[in-house]
């Protein structure tokens, strides 16, 4: 409601979950950073892109970290990984880029026959990702 991407506060929820937190408190927190944030946002909408590049490249820094726990033997996860990696800074979308490594993850898993790796939710969501895709102006 606020214009805040569905990736994002999925990922912002999740990284506490990862983090240990099982409880409510834990999305309690994020929902109040969320509105700290709304309110100081037009505040430090002053700081000029430049000054805050060095920030962004550390986190592309630890963002790229995980990358190294793919199993790139196995073709069906490489290329979706690769696709995500390669759409996000292509698209300057995080969440498309997700979106296009989803759907290839599942067209892949699908075409070689593995579709029994396929969980049910992942392929909901490259199927409203797709339908998202081709509605899009």
């Known amino acids: 409601l606020m214009g805040s991407s569905t990736v994002t506060t999925f990922v912002e929820s999740s990284t506490g979950i990862s983090e240990g937190g099982r409880t409510g408190l834990t999305a309690l927190v994020t929902a109040v950073l969320f509105l700290a944030a709304l309110v100081l946002s037009p ?81 909901v969501l490259a199927l409203l990702f797709i339908v998202r895709f081709l509605f899009m102006q």
């Open 43 to 123: 505040v430090l909408g002053i700081i000029p892109a430049a000054a805050t590049a060095p920030a962004l490249i550390f986190v592309g820094v630890l963002m790229v970290g995980p990358v190294r726990n793919i199993d790139f033997t196995d073709i069906t996860e490489a290329i979706p990984a690769f696709v995500t990696l390669l759409f996000m800074p292509l698209t300057f979308s995080i969440a498309d880029g997700i979106a296009f490594g989803l759907i290839t993850y599942v067209l892949l898993k699908a075409l070689t026959g593995h579709y029994r790796e396929i969980q049910p939710v992942t392929a």
